[in-house]
């Protein structure tokens, strides 16, 4: 229940304003940290930046390219701690670059670059890199494209197949850890004094039934995570009878990254490939992700809508052909295209700069000389490096408020998921709830939840329905669907097709599941034939605007004028 009284008669150290995984992260060390904190957000947990990310954990190996080794080194280091306190969601992932005789970056260069990887991970606990022959790599990746190859490097990074659950598992331990964690809660307007230029409270709207209330921010500190809105947030910082927001400066600049995901095709390689594009040197990736292809990203400028972005037709088939020339049995096209998403990475504003060449490194800003001394705003900021942001900012917060810093628990402690793959739990689940439950789906429910997975299994003891599959071809089964409701503060088939589970992305679209999802939600969340039509509705939007190529919206438009006319 959301009790917006009790928020409101609350006075809290640190209020944030933002629910991506930077602010997931904030949240978590600072209530763990002792600081009375909140956490807003508009949409849902993870539904910007998070959840449209090529899902690695990694050092950033192209930011050699740009000196910016502070930035590899934490990056790094954070991958690191990661493997250690999420095992369960965060993967080695091995990777292969191959080079060709006239790239961009060549056979030295590159074998520079891998050298400087390993000085700075020192510390790592995956293989160092190894260079290829042209013969070795040929013998190893047989349908890669060999005219012109010179070799390989070969390395490892991270996965983290499910982004969205590490930021839901840090949503949570926030929550466990005493914070109040609000999704769907705009924020309308940042209640400015003037005289002390501070902000004095904080003017919020539920998105689920329209209710407004006000945070007091009077002595607290306030922190803007809302990644490519920061400057949006920044306008809704007028003093009173004043036009003019915080600050007058455009402080983000984001590019668009797109990816689209395939089935396995001819000549798919087995592991992850790193490639730079013929077209335009870009580096992009070709990933074994869930059974399928994950390939991306692209990197533009955008200037458009924040809340809505699509990879657009061009991107697409920009993907397609540098696939194609890199792996020449693929002959991939358009109808081979299963899921395609795109999101904007919230860089600084640096104008005219070439979108590769931003810096991808953070910087927390203070608004002190804009009117806003308990102000903070977050720029930039990766997924691999989340926990690091929020050991930084919470430390700044501790100076803002004048008191001394505890120490910071999160290097060490694991998130509510972390499990061994081979803890002796899953052999006692799979014992308990087979034949109940699909094997397979044991192990996909510990590979998704982790150590939580018991607790969506122990919905089958009640409910033996719930131990069915949504679909018949995937191991997703209805009590998770259940459980994101009742235990993951899902209130959607947005929120549980997009990111609580990956069936938006393996389910035709999530089209497949939602007969079935909607059929247990009413039977066991309370749903109506009215809630059930809206949400199926809502989520079709949802997808057209945000997931499905235009090309393909635009044939089922053809398709309906010629049924009409015909």
């Given at each position: 229940?959301?009790?917006?009284?009790?928020?409101?008669?609350?006075?809290?150290?640190?209020?944030?304003?933002?629910?991506?995984?930077?602010?997931?992260?904030?949240?978590?060390?600072?209530?763990?940290?002792?600081?009375?904190?909140?956490?807003?957000?508009?949409?849902?947990?993870?539904?910007?930046?998070?959840?449209?990310?090529?899902?690695?954990?990694?050092?950033?190996?192209?930011?050699?390219?740009?000196?910016?080794?502070?930035?590899?080194?934490?990056?790094?280091?954070?991958?690191?701690?990661?493997?250690?306190?999420?095992?369960?969601?965060?993967?080695?992932?091995?990777?292969?670059?191959?080079?060709?005789?006239?790239?961009?970056?060549?056979y030295w260069l590159i074998q520079a670059g891998m050298l400087l990887y390993d000085i700075l991970s020192f510390d790592k606990t995956v293989p160092s890199h190894r260079m290829l022959s042209a013969r070795k790599f040929q013998n190893l990746f047989r349908t890669v494209r060999s005219q012109d190859v010179v070799g390989a490097a070969q390395y490892y990074d991270g996965q983290v197949e499910y982004a969205?659950?590490?930021?839901?598992?840090?949503?949570?331990?926030?929550?466990?850890?005493?914070?109040?964690?609000?999704?769907?809660?705009?924020?309308?307007?940042?209640?400015?004094?003037?005289?002390?230029?501070?902000?004095?409270?904080?003017?919020?709207?539920?998105?689920?039934?329209?209710?407004?209330?006000?945070?007091?921010?009077?002595?607290?500190?306030?922190?803007?995570?809302?990644?490519?809105?920061?400057?949006?947030?920044?306008?809704?910082?007028?003093?009173?009878?004043?036009?003019?927001?915080?600050?007058?400066?455009?402080?983000?600049?984001?590019?668009?990254?797109?990816?689209?995901?395939?089935?396995?095709?001819?000549?798919?390689?087995?592991?992850?490939?790193?490639?730079?594009?013929?077209?335009?040197?870009?580096?992009?990736?070709?990933?074994?992700?869930?059974?399928?292809?994950?390939?991306?990203?692209?990197?533009?400028?955008?200037?458009?809508?924040?809340?809505?972005?699509?990879?657009?037709?061009?991107?697409?088939?920009?993907?397609?052909?540098?696939?194609?020339?890199?792996?020449?049995?693929?002959?991939?096209?358009?109808?081979?295209?299963?899921?395609?998403?795109?999101?904007?990475?919230?860089?600084?504003?640096?104008?005219?700069?070439?979108?590769?060449?931003?810096?991808?490194?953070?910087?927390?800003?203070?608004?002190?000389?804009?009117?806003?001394?308990?102000?903070?705003?977050?720029?930039?900021?990766?997924?691999?490096?989340?926990?690091?942001?929020?050991?930084?900012?919470?430390?700044?917060?501790?100076?803002?408020?004048?008191?001394?810093?505890?120490?910071?628990?999160?290097?060490?402690?694991?998130?509510?998921?972390?499990?061994?793959?081979?803890?002796?739990?899953?052999?006692?689940?799979?014992?308990?709830?087979?034949?109940?439950?699909?094997?397979?789906?044991?192990?996909?429910?510990?590979?998704?939840?982790?150590?939580?997975?018991?607790?969506?299994?122990?919905?089958?003891?009640?409910?033996?329905?719930?131990?069915?599959?949504?679909?018949?071809?995937?191991?997703?089964?209805?009590?998770?669907?259940?459980?994101?409701?009742?235990?993951?503060?899902?209130?959607?088939?947005?929120?549980?097709?997009?990111?609580?589970?990956?069936?938006?992305?393996?389910?035709?679209?999530?089209?497949?599941?939602?007969?079935?999802?909607?059929?247990?939600?009413?039977?066991?969340?309370?749903?109506?034939?009215?809630?059930?039509?809206?949400?199926?509705?809502?989520?079709?939007?949802?997808?057209?605007?945000?997931?499905?190529?235009?090309?393909?919206?635009?044939?089922?438009?053809?398709?309906?004028?010629?049924?009409?006319?015909?």
């Open positions: 229940m959301r009790d917006f009284q009790t928020i409101q008669n609350t006075t809290y150290d640190l209020i944030i304003i933002g629910g991506g995984i930077n602010g997931a992260g904030i949240a978590r060390d600072g209530a763990l940290r002792g600081l009375k904190t909140l956490l807003i957000e508009k949409e849902d947990f993870a539904s910007g930046t998070t959840s449209w990310s090529t899902r690695l954990i990694h050092g950033g190996l192209r930011y050699l390219e740009y000196l910016e080794f502070h930035l590899v080194r934490e990056s790094l280091h954070e991958r690191e701690v990661l493997l250690r306190t999420a095992p369960h969601l965060v993967q080695p992932l091995q990777m292969t670059i191959p080079l060709y005789k006239g790239a961009a970056r060549g969205e659950r590490l930021c839901l598992e840090n949503i949570l331990d926030a929550q466990a850890a005493g914070a109040t964690v609000l999704n769907y809660t705009a924020v309308t307007a940042l209640q400015r004094d003037e005289n002390t230029a501070t902000i004095q409270a904080i003017a919020c709207e539920d998105q689920l039934t329209g209710q407004t209330f006000t945070v007091q921010a009077k002595g607290s500190m306030v922190v803007n995570t809302s990644g490519p809105w920061v400057d949006e947030v920044c306008q809704l910082g007028r003093a009173a009878g004043e036009a003019k927001p915080i600050g007058t400066e455009q402080k983000m600049g984001g590019t668009k990254g797109s990816h689209i995901v395939v089935d396995p095709f001819p000549g798919a390689p087995q592991a992850a490939l790193y490639v730079e594009a013929a077209s335009d040197n870009r580096p992009y990736f070709i990933i074994p992700w869930l059974g399928k292809y994950l390939i991306g990203t692209t990197d533009l400028k955008y200037t458009g809508s924040l809340d809505h972005v699509k990879a657009d037709n061009d991107e697409i088939d920009y993907l397609l052909a540098e696939t194609n020339r890199v792996l020449p049995s693929a002959q991939l096209s358009r109808a081979d295209i299963r899921f395609t998403y795109s999101g904007v990475r919230p860089l600084p504003y640096v104008g005219d700069k070439k979108p590769g060449s931003i810096t991808r490194s953070h910087i927390l800003f203070d608004h002190s000389p804009e009117g806003a001394r308990n102000l903070i705003s977050l720029i930039g900021g990766k997924l691999t490096t989340y926990r690091q942001v929020g050991e930084e900012m919470v430390d700044l917060v501790y100076r803002k408020l004048n008191r001394p810093a505890p120490p910071c628990p999160t290097r060490k402690r694991t998130l509510p998921g972390a499990i061994a793959a081979d803890s002796h739990t899953i052999e006692t689940m799979i014992r308990r709830y087979t034949p109940t439950v699909d094997r397979t789906t044991i192990q996909h429910l510990f590979r998704m939840y982790g150590a939580k997975a018991p607790e969506v299994l122990a919905l089958v003891d009640d409910a033996p329905d719930l131990g069915d599959r949504l679909v018949p071809y995937l191991p997703d089964i209805k009590a998770q669907a259940v459980y994101a409701v009742r235990s993951e503060l899902a209130h959607n088939l947005k929120d549980i097709c997009r990111r609580r589970t990956t069936l938006a992305m393996l389910a035709n679209y999530g089209y497949d599941a939602l007969p079935t999802l909607v059929a247990t939600l009413k039977t066991h969340c309370g749903w109506d034939d009215a809630e059930g039509d809206r949400q199926v509705a809502d989520y079709k939007t949802f997808i057209e605007q945000n997931c499905l190529p235009d090309y393909r919206i635009e044939a089922q438009a053809q398709a309906s004028k010629t049924e009409v006319y015909s």
